[in-house]
């Protein structure tokens, strides 16, 4: 893997209401967050992130990659709506912050880290997706404690730190 320079901060973003958020600094152990509950709790989340900067440097960049993601067929409407919500938080509080950011579909960034697709034709359930790509994350930080809701988070400042173009 290609050597990241000290000062960057990678953030990962899975949108969800089950979902998560991930920084990667190098040489630190990953900070891992639940997905907060309010926009207030957003924006104190993502602000938090920001010290993850070093103080002592002004070239210390952060970028983010938040999932670009959209309702399902038979997902019900108000699911839908509060998804949508909730993406629409993230990415202001994300542009509050002056937190330069990418949408990326979840294809290509598990396509990027050689994960296969959910099974639809085996029946794969969700759950045991996500398992999978808790198992992945684990095995790319194993001294990181991680949940089915923070791995995907992870998973995607992996993509945005080692595979993105930004």
Known sequence: MPKIPAKRVFIGVDPGQ?????????????????????????????????????????????RAAIEDVHSMPKQG???????????????????????????VSPQRWQRALSIRPRGRKNNESKNSFKKRLRQKAQELY???KISLKTADALLIAHYLKYHARF
Not at 24 to 29: F, H
């Open 18 to 62: 089950a979902g998560g958020i991930a920084a990667l600094v190098r040489d630190r152990s990953p900070t891992l967050l639940l997905m907060p509950d309010t926009p207030k709790d957003i924006l104190e989340a993502l602000s938090s992130l920001i010290p993850l900067r070093n103080p002592l440097s002004l070239t210390t960049s952060i």
């Open 77 to 103: 409407v108000a699911s839908s709506f509060k998804f949508g919500v909730n993406k629409g938080l993230l990415i202001m509080a994300l542009t509050a912050c002056k937190i330069p950011f990418i949408a």
């Open 142 to 144: 194993p001294q990181a």
